[in-house]
T-cell receptor, first 117, second 112 residues
Framework: AQKVTQAQTEISVVEKEDVTLDCVYE???????LFWYKQPPSGELVFLIR??????QNEISGRYSWNFQKSTSSFNFTITASQVVDSAVYFC??????????????FGAGTTVTVRA | DAGVTQSPTHLIKTRGQQVTLRCSPK?????VSWYQQALGQGPQFIFQ???????QRGNFPDRFSGHQFPNYSSELNVNALLLGDSALYLC???????????FGSGTRLTVV
């Protein structure tokens, strides 16, 4: 069963527009961790944000913000005032720690973001 | 501070051959994980090494094996290569599981 679903395959915006990426996850653990990674054409996965299941506080970090809602199992990510350098594939990932000792990251299929000048 | 280093960056192999990919973790990290990323898909977990032992394994056949050395570096070995093994192989390191993983740029393996 797919544990992380990113329903948006591709998003194209014009520079300075906001971009919101959707992520829905599935887990039976009460302790788990959610991540967003960015993958530019170079291939390296760049860590963006991490949230644990006990912290639903939504924050803003520079142009990035996230909305974590356990009630709907969603962990959405927003880029404000997008720039061309934000063009990349964005992955949402889940790690189920807790009692299951499941250390792996389960990734979604990714959303390709294209920011046009 | 060097991040995760992988070698080689690109590799072309023939079906049936064997391949070894290498990974040096970020300084201070003791756990290494390997992922396979097929074109257009998200990375899939292969296995994770901690204290020189395989701690967890994903749904990959025994043709995929690994090793972790005392200096925490790691190797991924794939035997009897198939065309379907063509992918980007990513190595990730961490100090404490779930605190965030640092990824390398990957090794692009092409099997012909």
């Amino acid at each position: 069963a797919q544990k992380v679903t990113q329903a948006q395959t591709e998003i194209s915006v014009v520079e300075k527009e906001d971009v919101t990426l959707d992520c829905v996850y599935e887990t039976r653990d009460t302790t788990y961790y959610l991540f967003w990674y960015k993958q530019p054409p170079s291939g390296e996965l760049v860590f963006l944000i991490r949230r644990n299941s006990f912290d639903e506080q939504n924050e803003i970090s520079g142009r990035y913000s996230w909305n974590f809602q356990k009630s709907t199992s969603s962990f959405n990510f927003t880029i404000t005032a997008s720039q061309v350098v934000d063009s990349a594939v964005y992955f949402c990932a889940l790690s189920e720690g807790g009692r299951s000792n499941d250390y792996k990251l389960s990734f979604g299929a990714g959303t390709t973001v294209t920011v046009r000048a | 501070d060097a991040g995760v280093t992988q070698s080689p960056t690109h590799l072309i192999k023939t079906r049936g051959q064997q391949v070894t990919l290498r990974c040096s973790p970020k300084s201070g990290h003791d756990t290494v994980s390997w992922y396979q990323q097929a074109l257009g898909q998200g990375p899939q977990f292969i296995f994770q090494y901690y204290e020189e032992e395989e701690r967890q394994r994903g749904n990959f056949p025994d043709r995929f094996s690994g090793h972790q050395f005392p200096n925490y570096s790691s190797e991924l070995n794939v035997n009897a290569l198939l065309l379907g093994d063509s992918a980007l192989y990513l190595c990730a390191s961490s100090l404490i599981a779930n605190y965030g993983y640092t990824f390398g740029s990957g090794t692009r393996l092409t099997v012909v």
